[in-house]
């Protein structure tokens, strides 16, 4: 039997990791594509970051993604961050160039908008007015996403008000912020509405918002996949809207990453969403 040169190695970097559900995902990839090598679930430290990513590239890694809490540290590490990257000022993936050097990208933007392309054909930005709700790092990521995309109006509510006029500060004036006590009647007119607070999490109390605003024609999104429905989409969808959550941001942003690491553009097929939604489904 013929052997390949090389095993293809990436992972995931967090602490903690063993939930992540990356591994399925990109391991499904290399057996799609019949190639010999493996995705881990990397267990670091904060305090030994710097050493790990710097070990990626003796090792024989050709870079891997960063999960919490690593994606803003990881920053001060690599050797060059991207626009996008430093513009939602966090890190989800390295690449490991041929001299060893280490290059920073953050591919949770293209994974929202490319999984709302995909399971909403026909779906824009610039439908109407946008409420995102949140304001941690998975909101910048969204919100830079919507505006590349050509959102005309984002209303940005945050319980810390101070974290979305952060957003609005560098982002400029299309992002208008609002005051949390009123996100109920921020929902009035608006094309579509995205959570990307904690709320609604698995050990998480779900979001408290009133929908009875929102009109029915908008499209609700969640970025969280754990559980796959979270009490928001459940409700929105009940009043007779369309949702999305967040499983395919997840999927979607390992796309880019493939492409960096091995050359291989690797699609979202109904069969690795089937896979993952199982694999969810089983912890819950
Ligand atoms: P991430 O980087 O994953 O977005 P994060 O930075 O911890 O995570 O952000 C979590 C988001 O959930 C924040 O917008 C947070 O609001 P604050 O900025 O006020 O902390 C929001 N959040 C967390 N608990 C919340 C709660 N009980 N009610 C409303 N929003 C909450």
């Given at each position: 039997?013929?052997?390949?040169?090389?095993?293809?190695?990436?992972?995931?970097?967090?602490?903690?990791?063993?939930?992540?559900?990356?591994?399925?995902?990109?391991?499904?990839?290399?057996?799609?594509?019949?190639?010999?090598?493996?995705?881990?679930?990397?267990?670091?430290?904060?305090?030994?970051?710097?050493?790990?990513?710097?070990?990626?590239?003796?090792?024989?890694?050709?870079g891997?993604n960063l999960?919490?809490?690593?994606?803003?540290?990881?920053?001060?590490?690599?050797?060059?961050?991207?626009?996008?990257?430093?513009?939602?000022?966090?890190i989800s993936c390295v690449v490991?160039?041929?001299?060893?050097?280490?290059?920073?990208s953050n591919n949770?933007?293209?994974?929202?908008?490319?999984?709302?392309?995909?399971?909403?054909?026909?779906?824009?930005?610039?439908?109407?007015?946008?409420?995102?709700?949140?304001?941690?790092?998975?909101?910048?990521?969204?919100?830079?996403?919507?505006?590349?995309?050509?959102?005309?109006?984002?209303?940005?509510?945050?319980?810390?008000?101070?974290?979305?006029?952060?957003?609005?500060?560098?982002?400029?004036?299309?992002?208008?912020?609002?005051?949390?006590?009123?996100?109920?009647?921020?929902?009035?007119?608006?094309?579509?509405?995205?959570?990307?607070?904690?709320?609604?999490?698995?050990?998480?109390?779900?979001?408290?918002?009133?929908?009875?605003?929102?009109?029915?024609?908008?499209?609700?999104?969640?970025?969280?996949?754990?559980?796959?429905?979270?009490?928001?989409?459940?409700?929105?969808?009940?009043?007779?809207?369309?949702?999305?959550?967040?499983?395919?941001?997840?999927?979607?942003?390992?796309?880019?990453a493939?492409?960096a690491?091995?050359?291989?553009?690797?699609?979202?097929?109904?069969?690795?969403?089937?896979?993952?939604?199982?694999?969810?489904?089983?912890?819950?």
């Open positions: 039997m013929a052997h390949p040169d090389r095993f293809l190695l990436a992972g995931v970097m967090g602490w903690p990791v063993m939930h992540s559900r990356s591994p399925l995902l990109h391991n499904y990839w290399f057996k799609r594509h019949d190639l010999a090598g493996t995705y881990v679930p990397l267990a670091i430290r904060p305090e030994g970051l710097a050493a790990a990513l710097r070990a990626l590239h003796p090792l024989g890694f050709a891997c999960t919490i809490p690593h994606k803003q540290q990881a920053m001060t590490i690599v050797d060059e961050v991207d626009t996008v990257a430093k513009r939602i000022g966090a490991v160039r041929p001299d060893g050097s280490l290059a920073g949770d933007c293209y994974g929202f908008i490319h999984n709302l392309k995909q399971e909403q054909p026909g779906w824009r930005a610039d439908a109407g007015p946008i409420v995102v709700l949140g304001a941690g790092g998975g909101s910048r990521a969204v919100c830079y996403g919507l505006l590349q995309e050509d959102a005309k109006e984002i209303r940005l509510l945050n319980r810390t008000l101070a974290r979305a006029k952060g957003i609005a500060a560098e982002f400029g004036s299309r992002i208008v912020v609002l005051p949390w006590e009123e996100r109920h009647d921020a929902l009035e007119g608006a094309a579509m509405v995205v959570n990307t607070t904690s709320q609604g999490m698995v050990g998480q109390p779900a979001l408290d918002i009133r929908l009875d605003k929102l009109p029915k024609t908008a499209l609700a999104a969640d970025i969280i996949y754990t559980p796959l429905e979270t009490p928001f989409l459940a409700a929105a969808r009940q009043r007779g809207s369309r949702t999305v959550n967040g499983l395919g941001m997840l999927l979607h942003q390992g796309r880019p493939w492409k690491w091995f050359g291989i553009e690797p699609e979202v097929t109904a069969e690795l969403r089937a896979l993952m939604e199982k694999s969810v489904l089983s912890d819950s």
